[in-house]
């Protein structure tokens, strides 16, 4: 309790501490950027935090966090540093008090029930969580940035891992235990999100519905951005409960052809299996030619907060958010230009650079995304306000190559050390998402956004939908020619076997026959997608004239949230006829990034849309309340199985280590030992990513030889760097030759060798080698670790 009241206060501080300059530079934005502080106070102590321990200039640790944690402040007292800028920002404050409670109350309830649900589920166990407590454990030890790897000693970390260096920060500078710091950090994103879509809801319907009524309809971002689920979730109690089960109506789940649903339902108790929500987050699959089963991720931010794994795409939401709120300056307020170039106001350039350079730090496939969205922003206010098309083009592609250049100098050192899995473009023709699964994947976004959209139709004419349509498709044509093209010219080339094997197809002409019958089977999902951006598209206000008429831009048809829906739509679209070429062959990353972000830019418009309607024209309205209600059902049942009935057999604790306490106490005593240790390599037990191997390093922050081998092949594109240290641990382990194991333990330079359950499991390992030649530092039960003092040369 006292650490998640410390960092409450944390945050809080750098928030207000920040707020002054954020007040300053966000004039466009009727909350003046009060919801997006904390984010931003964050982020500004992180970034100086990383660049004192990368430069040299302070060793990572508490003094260097507390150092880092002015930099905040020294922004914020400088922005107000004028007595009339005082004065006004404190009226502003005055006159907002509203807001400032409500933001105040949405960040406090959402990080102390966060906070609850990690305390009632917090193990560090299974999926991605040992890989992220590495990451923190590591940076929690290291001496200087980049931190090293803590699965690959001999290595600096080579992801994106700004994300935990921040969460790293935080507990360095208030004395939080790794453990404990890993569930607080899950909680805070979790406020820190919510605040930023609060703030996303308030700034968007303030100037159209005033103030007040903003103030509450405001809390419809948050709920459908973080809370609502997608509608697995109710169909898995029609599925548990038999309904739809007898007679043709049997057929339906057949031909919904969801897994684990798949099968005629009957009756029975609840939950139908472990972890039943795991499912929601596979609802789109994919099959190969023979019928195969390929794994699709599409998570939505409910099931990753549930499941609390602290991953990159889970680390950059607030930010991201906050990111869609710069556009929406952008938007408003524009940014001058100089003579056919794009100049920023005095200083304002470095709130921009800050927070879209971070996201290629914190989770890279988000930062294109949303400069992207921040340039069509500024393209889209330029057409409003009467440039040519070429123009608004060209300077928003300015802007963006601008933003690209200077987001990447100042991380610079992170893309140094980076190495990607990213291949190039591969083509989709087999796979596009089925409208059942897209539908059941978003519709609880969906049917808000279509009713508002076919009513701001409706009143706009006809012309508008016909263009915005005629668009939508263009680009959906676009993008099948391209895949299209791409497998024509694959099939002449001699590698163009390996995409064959992908689809287990024989030949690129069965492939193509495959391809047709799949395409017209499943048009549903893109034309569903089209439709929903073309509408959009249509009603956005940047096909003529200077000012866009009554008649063109009809009363709710705020252009903002348009631009979030088309570029949602771009992003789901995508995926249907090309990805991004990983260390899968598949879709399953693309798809997973991009809806993730989709689902995002939906929430924000979708609850935009749902205001307007409750507001506007309330018999509308209800039709996006049931769909909302029915993605309800999956968060309200989902807690309930993840949190035991707010009943944990284990307690409450936040400390993620504690399952390993109650079930392995060797292990657990071990890591203590190995934390409070000098920093050294260390030589445990290889085994595959998703195991219990690598536990000591895990836990420790101590640098194996190497860890979980897959998860080291994605970060690094390949296996250069892990060479042979797998064989070279198998044959540590069982040499009976000293001078054998003596060279590896001076080739990796290995301090700690860990002899326990897991290495005599793994390798049938004895103690006789290492009981004659190292000294044997720590012992509890069955687990030893030996300490190796290599002799000094002379």
Known sequence: ???????????????????????????????????????????????????????????????????????????????????????????????????????????????????????????????????????????????????????????????????????????????????????????????????????????????????????????????????????????????????????????????????????????????????????????????????????????????????????????????????????????????????????????????????????????????????????????????????????????????????????????????????????????????????????????????????????????????AWRRGLAAALAVSVGLALLAWLMVGVMALLPAGGLYLGLYAAPDFATLARAAWQRQALAVAGPLTVALLGGLAVGLLPWWGARRASTRERPAGAEPFPLLLVAWGALLVQAPNFVYLWDNFGTRMNTVFKFYYQAWQLWAVAAAYALAWLWARRRAWAWLGVLAVAAGLVYPVLGLADRTAGLHPAQGWTLDGSAWLRRTDPDAWAAAQALQRAPLGTLAEAVGGSYSEFARLSTYSGQPAVVGWLGHEGQWRGGYDEVGTRPDDMRTLYTTGSWDVARDILARYGIRYVALGPLERRAYRAQSTLWDAHLRLWWQQGDLRIYLWEPPAEP
């Open 1 to 463: 309790m006292t650490d998640a009241v410390l960092w409450y206060l944390a945050v809080t501080l750098l928030g207000w501490a920040v707020f002054p300059a954020v007040w300053r530079r966000l004039p466009a934005l009727p909350s003046r950027g009060y919801p997006y502080a904390r984010v931003l106070g964050w982020l500004v102590a992180g970034f100086a935090y990383w660049w004192l321990g990368t430069l040299g200039l302070a060793r990572p640790g508490r003094a260097a966090a507390w150092l880092a944690g002015l930099l905040p402040l020294a922004w914020g007292a400088y922005a107000w540093r004028r007595p009339a800028t005082r004065a006004r920002g404190r009226a502003w404050l005055r006159a907002h008090r509203g807001l400032i409670l409500t933001t105040e109350a949405v960040f406090l309830l959402a990080f102390a029930a966060w906070a609850g649900v990690r305390a009632a589920a917090p193990e560090i166990l299974g999926t991605e969580k040992p890989m992220e407590l590495a990451f923190i454990q590591a940076i929690l030890r290291a001496e200087a940035f980049p931190p090293h790897d803590p699965w690959l000693s001999g290595y600096a970390i080579s992801y994106y891992y700004f994300g935990y260096l921040l969460t790293a920060g935080l507990a360095t500078a208030l004395g939080t235990p790794g453990p404990v710091a890993f569930n607080l950090g899950v909680a805070l994103v979790f406020g820190l999100a919510a605040s930023a879509a609060y703030g996303l809801g308030y700034d968007l319907l303030a100037p159209r519905l005033g103030r007040r009524a903003a103030q509450g309809y405001g809390l419809l971002t948050p709920l459908l951005v973080l809370l609502v689920g997608n509608w697995e979730g109710l169909l898995e109690v029609v599925h548990r409960r038999g309904w739809l089960g007898q007679g043709p109506l049997a057929a339906f789940w057949t031909w919904l052809d969801i897994l684990d649903l798949n099968t005629p339902p009957a009756a029975g108790p609840w939950p139908p299996r472990f972890w039943w929500w795991w499912r929601a987050s596979r609802v789109v699959h994919d099959t190969t030619l023979a019928g195969g089963h390929q794994e699709v991720i599409d998570e939505f931010p409910f099931f990753s907060f549930l499941l609390g794994d602290l991953h990159p795409h889970v680390l950059a939401i607030p930010f991201g958010l906050v990111a869609m709120a710069l556009a929406l300056h952008l938007y408003r307020r524009g940014m001058p230009f100089g003579a056919g170039r794009v100049r920023f106001p005095r200083g304002a350039w470095g709130l921009w650079v800050l927070v879209l350079g971070g996201l290629s730090f914190l989770n890279t496939w988000d930062f294109p995304l949303y400069v992207g969205l921040n340039a069509a922003a500024l393209l889209l206010r330029g057409r409003q306000r009467g440039l040519s098309w070429q123009a608004a083009l060209m300077r928003g592609a300015a802007w963006a190559a601008w933003m690209g250049v200077l987001g990447g100098l100042a991380y610079l050192p992170f893309y140094l050390g980076f190495g990607s899995q990213a291949r190039g473009l591969l083509p989709n023709l087999l796979n596009p998402t089925r409208g059942a699964h897209a539908w059941v994947m978003f519709g609880p976004l969906w049917v808000p956004l279509l009713v508002a959209l076919v009513l701001w139709a409706r009143r706009a004419g006809s012309a």
